[in-house]
């Protein structure tokens, strides 16, 4: 699965860009080293690793989030729903050389849903919101580094919600807003929304938050899926 970058130039990252989405159980250490080397991404994402079990020093998800060096910026992808813990694994991470934190708000797997992380956060705005802030703040707080607050998300709950979901998360200015162009509800089915998608650019257009479209990219094709 691509990442492709709607509109953006950094730095960092120089339109357009092209990069590997974070996946569960695929996207570790080994794999992220294989791709580096062999296929040259714009970006790479750890898998997604939760800040409850960071708290609690479990090994497997500490190794999860072991960093190696590499010619591409990595981005340590979390989720939960306590800022507090947001703010206390962002301090633990902000000095082994990611490139930021990125923060899930659009997994669709129900157990991660009961639990109030992923996708749940799109019924709770203000709780997403403090948690952009609590992932800001430790990176103030903790490293002279300037690391990249990013997340990935999704159109909506049981519908399209973009303009009003997006607005919200726009309030608290993250870098970056990567949208998959599916409900929590359509989980992997039907078609992924390129037009909510583009709402989101819209939105954004003055802002200093950038997009990231995400869903049933199948090529390199930039024309079609800015058109």
């Known amino acids: 699965m691509l990442i492709v970058l709607t509109e953006y130039n950094s730095p960092m990252l120089k339109y357009p860009v092209i990069g590997l989405s974070p996946m569960d159980g695929v996207t570790d250490i080994v794999f992220r080293r294989i791709v580096d080397e062999c296929s040259y991404p714009d970006v790479l994402y750890t898998e997604f ?22 010619k591409t910026p990595v981005f340590a992808q979390l989720f939960g729903n306590d800022p507090d813990n947001f703010y206390q694994v962002t301090k633990m991470l902000v000095n082994k050389g990611y490139a930021g934190i990125d923060i899930n708000m659009g997994c669709p797997d129900e157990h991660v849903f009961k639990k109030g992380g992923g996708a749940a956060l799109i019924l709770k705005p203000e709780v997403a919101k403090k948690i952009i802030l609590a992932v800001r703040k430790s990176i103030a707080d903790n490293t002279d580094k300037k690391l990249m607050v990013t997340l990935k998300t999704r159109t909506g709950y049981d519908k399209a919600d973009t303009y009003n979901w997006i607005s919200h998360l726009l309030e608290v200015s993250p870098d970056i807003i990567t949208i998959h162009g ?46």
């Open 49 to 70: 690793v939760p800040v409850d079990g960071i708290i609690l020093e479990r090994p497997r998800l500490l190794k999860m989030l072991e960093f190696h060096k590499t």
């Open 182 to 227: 599916r409900t929590f509800f359509q989980k992997y089915s039907g078609l992924a929304d390129w037009e909510e998608i583009r709402t989101a650019v819209k939105l954004a257009k003055n802002t200093k938050t950038k997009i990231f479209g995400n869903g049933d990219i199948k090529n390199m094709d930039m024309e079609s899926m800015e058109s």
